[in-house]
């Protein structure tokens, strides 16, 4: 049953189900944050009262910052149930392309144009977030050995190794197997360290005056930027992974995901409160999270580094396969090249597995444990991406609110206020990361200017093969295949289109060469805003050579969500797969001619672009009815 807003209603016990399985889908990256945020906070600061309220001040109202923007106001801005970066810019683009049909205004473009660099921006961060967040969730992890068994340090970065390896190795066979066993280990890691929390903090109740903000602002006041902004680089760590609460929105609905955070947040507001109170009570403590358990049996101790190390596996996982999620969507919006994608469930479409990125992610993880070799060292390099991505977020919503209420101003200068705040509590937190870069900033900085010259190159790349490689008009190439002289043989050939007003490179060169088959099918397929669903429907455009032949035009409409298309199945129902037939396709090599500084750009465009599969596997057509038919093509970027 769907709402007003195209959100499913679902009943209590429905939405419960999604909570509980919320928590462990959505939670594990920001469940995993007490095993390091107070250590590395005060591994500097000196642990006193004042200070400590301070900073579990700054931590309360972190999440106050984190709920109403991601739990509240970014879950209202869905596409059809879709949330997250990519599904906000097909938000943007339906609006302002919606307004640029009643007016034509410069002003609209250039919101377009910052949107589609902002999602760029915000994926790239993303993903070089990914790589970071397993690496120094399993060391923080296995470094509790160390506060026991400081003889066993030496085998810390070993045990991370072997663990992301595994890790990695079985992302092939899919998580839906083990899915199931995510929430229940969450559960019972939260119920964990807010049960050590609340024994802790329980003869210092006093320290939850801290949740005024007083202290927090206090604490700003009274100590000099050169202190403030390592600290709230620090305290930052303790919302990593909300953007989860956005982009997972489809999986588990707006009411799964708010209780899910309501009931974790609580769980880890109790866990820094007591590490805060046995900070007070232990001052020289290295590792306050493991140490909650040492007042109690060894075995409680055993039982944490255990169930820590899971719940860092888990929220690993989880931003692995945000990775595939995250990619997959830019590579629906061509901001990046084609890889294979493979789903690995049948009955659960999210589900997929990307060879090339789970083998890049994996060797970047890798060697981010070998290059900073601690969670507290990798800590520098923790923070700088995703405060980012909150800035983007952040403008990519002032966008759509500002383009929605384009007609009515005052609605939009309503919320700016909001935005306003949102902005002030992302720039501060991003500002203090910034002196994080000589010190490990710059590891994350790299991942994502890498990835942004990727999107970049490819983009501007396709565009300059399209531009330059042989097409036609829709009109100007019926009329040359009216007056052609045609030789026709029997048979189908099929020819993928980017356009149904273009026709196709492969097409063009078939007519000059005065040869065709009698049934030629013209295949377009676009994105709609919905995230699934697809429709298509088939027309004639012409008889050729005296009626012997016939053209054909099939527009296929998907989600731009949905990546396999079966093509020759849809031309089966269709009734235009009429044998023998093959599949054509357009194969341009192309020849880099730019000479100035632009020139690696292109070079790297062509690597990938020869490295790229090839369209049949997304459209599941038999590798053995594929034919090619093309050249070389000169690109660059200037004429």
């Known amino acids: 049953m769907k709402g007003r807003n195209g959100e499913k209603d679902f009943s209590i016990i429905t939405n419960i189900t999604l909570a509980y399985l919320a928590i462990g889908g959505v939670l594990g990256d920001i469940g995993t944050s007490p095993l390091y945020v107070l250590s590395l906070t005060f591994k500097t600061l000196p642990v006193t009262v004042l200070n400590v309220m301070g900073v579990l001040s700054l931590i309360f109202w972190s999440f106050i910052f984190l709920s109403t923007k991601y739990a509240w106001m970014a879950l209202e801005l869905d596409n059809n149930g879709e949330g997250g970066t990519f599904a906000l810019l097909s938000l943007i683009r339906h609006t302002g392309k919606t307004l640029l049909e009643k007016i034509k205004s410069n002003k609209i473009l250039i919101l377009l144009s910052i949107a589609a660099f902002l999602s760029m921006l915000c994926g790239a961060l993303l993903l070089s977030d990914g790589v970071i967040t397993p690496s120094i969730s399993v060391l923080a992890a296995v470094e509790g050995v160390e506060v026991q068994y400081p003889h066993l340090a030496q085998y810390v970065i070993p045990i991370a190794v072997i663990i992301l390896t595994i890790l990695f190795m079985v992302q092939k066979h899919g998580t839906e197997k083990v899915a199931k066993f995510f929430s229940p280990i969450i559960i019972i890691w939260f119920l964990t360290i807010a049960i050590l929390g609340f024994l802790s903090l329980k003869s210092s109740l006093w320290l939850l005056k801290a949740i005024n903000p007083y202290y927090a602002i206090k604490f700003l006041l009274d100590h000099p930027i050169s202190i403030i902004f390592p600290i709230l680089g620090y305290v930052v760590l303790c919302i990593t992974g909300g953007e989860a609460l956005y982009a997972d929105e489809a999986h588990y609905g707006k009411f799964g995901i708010r209780l899910a955070w309501f009931v974790g947040a609580i769980c880890l507001l109790l866990n820094y409160f007591g590490q805060g109170a046995y900070l007070l009570s232990h001052k020289n403590c290295k590792n306050p999270f493991y140490a909650l358990a040492l007042p109690y049996p060894h075995i409680i101790y055993i039982f944490l580094l255990i169930i820590a190390t899971l719940a860092a596996i888990i929220a690993s996982q989880a931003m692995i396969t945000g990775g595939f999620s995250t990619y997959k969507q830019a590579m629906e919006l061509r901001m990046f090249p084609r890889v294979q994608i493979i789903n690995t469930s049948p009955k659960t479409r999210g589900q997929i597995y990307i ?117 036609d008009t829709k009109s100007n190439f019926l009329q040359n295949l009216k007056e052609a002289n045609l030789a ?131 459209f599941l057509i038999p590798a053995s009815k594929v034919r090619y038919i093309g050249g070389e093509v000169e690109i660059k970027f200037s004429k």
């Open 355 to 471: 060879p090339a990125v789970n083998k890049g992610m994996f060797i970047a993880c890798i060697a981010t444990v070998f290059i900073f070799k601690s969670s507290s060292a990798l800590g520098d390099a923790y923070g700088l991406a995703v405060t980012g991505a909150f800035i983007g977020t952040t403008v990519m919503m002032g966008i759509l609110f500002y383009l929605r209420n384009y007609y009515d101003k005052k609605k939009f200068w309503y919320v700016v206020p909001l935005l306003i705040i949102f902005m002030i509590f992302d720039t501060a937190f991003f500002s203090s990361n910034l002196g994080k870069i000589p010190t490990g900033g710059w590891f994350p900085m790299i991942i994502s200017i890498f990835l942004i010259t990727t999107m970049i190159t490819w983009e501007k790349g396709s565009a300059l093969i399209y531009q330059n490689i042989p097409k």
């Open 488 to 618: 026709v043989l029997p048979g189908t050939d099929i020819h993928m289109s980017g356009s149904e007003r273009v026709i196709p490179a492969s097409l063009v060169e078939q007519l000059e060469m005065e040869v065709l088959r009698e049934q030629i099918v013209l295949v377009t397929i676009k994105n709609t805003d919905a995230p699934w669903g697809i429709n298509y429907n088939k027309q004639i455009l012409a008889n050729f050579a005296q009626g012997q032949g016939k053209l054909w035009q099939v527009i296929i409409e998907k989600g731009y969500m949905r990546l396999l298309i079966n093509v020759p199945k849809i031309l089966e129902e269709l009734e235009l797969l009429t044998p023998p037939y093959r599949f054509i396709f357009g194969l341009w090599d192309p020849v880099i001619v730019e000479q100035g500084w632009k020139r690696p750009f292109l070079l790297y465009f062509r690597f990938i672009y020869r490295n790229a599969p090839t369209l049949s596997r997304r």
